[in-house]
């Protein structure tokens, strides 16, 4: 329970963080905080002590490939920004990551368990 409430602190101050930075005159470092690997070292500590190194190696380098669904949604945002309100753009991005997500796992899932 323990690590369970520090895992979600550590969810908190980063959301603290990019309040605070997002109101700064140096307002654009706050796109930088979400890509901190809080969740990743928690994710990486996990399946490193759950399983093999071997499975480490596969989870990073998905994570790699994570990028790609990520970019996509900052050229979505970047894009729609000047197409269309707050709300739209942020909803037409996160609809661009979600498909590029799903193209992601589905093309893994294609290729890992052929390889497998």
Do not use: N, Q
């Not at 499975?55 to 269309?84: I, M």
């Not at 498909?99 to 368990?113: D, F, H, I, K, Q």
Request: net charge positive; hydrophobic share 60%.
């Amino acid at each position: 329970m323990l690590s369970l409430f520090l895992k979600s602190l550590l969810g908190a101050l980063a959301v603290l963080l990019i309040a605070l930075l997002s109101k700064s005159k140096s307002f654009f470092i706050a796109g930088l905080v979400p890509l901190f690997p809080t969740f990743a070292l928690i994710a990486h500590y996990l399946v490193g002590t759950e399983r093999t190194m071997a499975d480490l190696r596969v989870t990073a380098l998905f994570g790699l490939y994570s990028l790609l669904p990520y970019a996509a949604y900052l050229l979505a945002v970047y894009w729609f920004s000047y197409r269309f309100s707050l709300f739209a753009t942020l909803t037409l991005a996160t609809l661009v990551w979600g498909l590029c997500a799903a193209g992601l796992l589905l093309g893994w899932l294609r290729y890992y368990s052929a390889t497998a």
